[in-house]
């Protein structure tokens, strides 16, 4: 029994690791890629303590070479859902009475696994899985998960000591509760690190969850869960599921004991979700909790004053990192006329010495889009801007499915700051241009704030202090991350959390306390130390 108050260690960001040549973690990292691209895994569900194999399967294949099979995985009907459901059910009263310790130390042991003996893997899966490079891989599946892990412990000890005012003869507590129920979290493709964190993130609170990973990270998924079992998650705590989107969420949604979702993904299917919580809930038992983090437009806008190599290299790596398909990539762009052929040149420069391919290969910078849905996408916008007269491509706009869904990195320029390349998130590596006179740069900022429903990421870069301010002000409501003089992406946990509001989500800021507040319900615990025995107030005296 535990009769002190304990401190979890003080986090500190997991170092990224370089990968140059010769560098042993190049070696390892190469030889698990080669090691794991040659076999065919099968990849069950994890329900209760089973390993669950339905023997209704789909294959795996990476991005980048999407005829090759890597593994197959199983999918749910409606009875292992409700089987997942009953086994988050059983797994709670135990593990939401744990020590919260014993919780931190489960999810403090899964960082250490991640930054150790699991990193090669982590990150050889989410380059097959997803087609990210090692930079990207590393910065995602091991430091920014390795973060969201050890940071969150952090954040729940503070929620756990955020306590009342006491007053004379009474003594105020906050208990922070786990949900009564069980919570339902869905992840997006492009991030094995919000794959893991948004169920670890509502485990480590005491919730029990189910979680459906996208169908397009199963590889990366399986290592997540191999590690948190490792790291002695108990059975039950989370079950994974796949399959048909639709019919495991109405499966979910009809649950009386649903008490929260925990969503990462595209704004619609977040509507979509919603919707259907709203139509069902006198169902509930509780009022779920409701958290999204969704789409987004992301922007740059330059200031006359702004540096244009700072503007064209803030260009290349926001939009083109992990072929743009990054919720916080940049994908408008605002110049000013007296500086926008100097920063066309500067992104035509770094574009031509941009290789694109396998992330085997380390020389690559690009590689391929996430699958055939995205890649029509893209190519349909690509055709669309080569056919329309207010919009031209200047850089890229190419496109080659024979033997992994590769798009050129595009830079297309228009004259129309509504064109739908402006407006709509297309998530791939396109990116659209459009110049605006130099005197016109309040409107600029007006018309930033006013194309897209979104409100995630933006950046203004200037050199001009006065021209900050009015960014700042006039782009108050248009980003939940707003940068100055950077690129818009790389939000790293404990320093930028991360979240958009509008249509971009509920900007509960991922890898926050905001976000572990929404997972518990504090109940308040008022002592008094000697009860009052007469009813009367001094007031009532004649
Ligand atoms: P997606 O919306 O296609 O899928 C997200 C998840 O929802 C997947 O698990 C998918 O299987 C599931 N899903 C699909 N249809 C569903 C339905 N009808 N009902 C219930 N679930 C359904 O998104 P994606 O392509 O995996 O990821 C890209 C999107 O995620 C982009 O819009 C991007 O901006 C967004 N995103 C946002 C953030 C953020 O922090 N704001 C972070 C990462 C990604």
Redesign the pocket.
Known sequence: MANSVFNVPYPVNEPVLSYAANSSEREEVLATYSALFNQTIEVPMRIGNQDVKTGITDTLQPPHDHQHKIGYYHKAEKKQINEAIEAALSARKKWSQMEWTSRAAIFLRAAELIAGPYRAKINAATMLAQSKTIHQAEIDAACELIDFLRFNVYFMQEIYENQPESSPGIWNRISYRPLEGFVYA??????TA?AGNLSAAVAMMGNTVVW??????IYSAKVIMEVFREAGLPDGVINMVFGD??M??DTVLESPDFSGIH????????K??WAKIGANIHNYKTYPRIVG????KDFIVAHPSASPKEVATGIVRGAFEFQG????AASRVYLPKSLAQDVIDFVKQDLNGLSMGSPADFENFVTAV?HKG?FDRLVHAIEQVKKDSDAEILIGGTYDDSKGYFIEPTVVLTTNPKYFTMEK?L?GPLVTLYVYEDADWKKTLTLVDQTSEYA?TGAVFSNDRYALEEAFQALENSAGNFYINDKPTGAVVGQQP???ARA??TNDK?GSAANLMRWVSPRLIKETFIPASDYRYPFLES
Do not use: M, R, W
């Open positions: 869905i992840s997006p493709f492009n991030f919000i459906k990973p996208s169908d397009h990270q989107p639709v495991i969420t969503f990462t993904g595209s704004t619609d299917i977040f979509g979700i983090e969704t789409g987004g398909q990054k919720c916080s996430i995205s998130e998530f995630l991360f979240g958009g971009s989500g991922a």
